[in-house]
């Protein structure tokens, strides 16, 4: 069984940077998912990125701000969040699954089979 392990969550103000990492042995043949969920709001599908890494996909709410990569020499998955704002605040959740990855279309939670523990990110000042 795939174990992901998320890290790089925190407190950062308006404005400023992180760089969650997805992490987990043996899912070089995986397409990888982040998602995100806030208190009281439904998850969200933020970006994902094929096996090869050679298609990505992201949500409007984050085009532009958040670049996803990966490194599957180092079996990790990056999502560099650039320009963060409030309503960027949420726990983070990285998953893995086989589906294709069409640039434009929702990313869909329910296509991924292996879900993270998740990594809390807050944008404060």
């Known amino acids: 069984q795939l174990q992901l392990v998320e890290s790089g969550g925190g407190l950062v103000q308006p404005g400023g940077s992180l760089r969650l990492s997805c992490a987990a042995s043996?899912?070089?043949?995986?397409?990888i998912g982040w998602f995100r969920q806030a208190p009281g709001k439904e998850r969200e599908g933020v970006s994902c990125?094929?096996?090869?890494?050679?298609?990505?996909n992201y949500a409007d709410s984050v085009k532009g701000r958040f670049t996803i990569s990966r490194d599957n020499a180092k079996n990790t998955v990056y999502l560099q969040m650039n320009s963060l704002k409030p309503e960027d605040s949420a726990v983070y959740y990285c998953?893995?699954?086989?589906?294709?990855?069409?640039?434009?279309?929702?990313?869909?939670?329910?296509?991924?089979?292996?879900w993270g523990q998740g990594t809390q990110v807050t944008v404060s000042s």
């Open positions: 998953a893995a699954g086989f589906l294709r990855v069409v640039p434009g279309i929702p990313i869909d939670a329910d296509e991924y089979e292996y």
């Open positions: 990125i094929t096996s090869s890494g050679a298609v990505t």
């Open positions: 043996g899912f070089t043949f995986y397409a």
